[in-house]
């Protein structure tokens, strides 16, 4: 099931329903929208586990290189990616039985949400987490 906008139903509200979420795309860069969204996450309650190989902390928070690494399977991952890898971020999530993905508009390609659409997942697009965070929160 695919939204594009997030009113008071349907994927967006579940989503923003459930309380841990995996953010791959973040960055130790105060600037970065990954940072961003893993910090408005954690300031609105959430548990956010920002996902990056190639740093070690975001702050004062530990930043894990894979999935397999978290403590927990998230209810949901966050894709703040470009299409190519966020792609293999969905299949790799859909594979560790996570159903419900927010991707950022910068990772929505058409192979991207084909293969969410084909395979069932939940997801919102073409919207920012970030701003909708900013609005409810």
């Not at 893993?38 to 290189?65: D, E, H």
């Not at 969905?90 to 594979?95: F, L, M, P, Y």
Request: aromatic letters at 6%; glycine letters at 10%; proline letters at 7%.
């Amino acid at each position: 099931m695919m939204e594009k906008n997030a009113a008071g139903h349907g994927p967006a509200a579940e989503i923003l329903g459930m309380t841990h979420f995996a953010i791959f795309g973040a960055s130790d860069r105060e600037d970065d929208l990954g940072c961003k969204i893993v910090k408005r996450l954690r300031k609105a309650g959430y548990k956010a586990y920002p996902i990056n190989p190639r740093i070690a902390q975001i702050g004062s928070m530990r930043c894990y290189g894979t999935l397999d690494e978290l403590p927990v399977v998230p209810q949901v991952i966050v894709v703040a990616l470009p299409p190519e890898p966020a792609l293999e971020v969905i299949k790799s999530g859909a594979a560790h039985g996570v159903r419900r993905f927010w991707i950022q508009p910068e990772a929505g390609s058409d192979d991207v949400l084909t293969y969410v659409s084909e395979n069932g997942l939940s997801a919102v697009h073409s919207q920012c987490l970030h701003d909708e965070l900013g609005k409810r929160f």
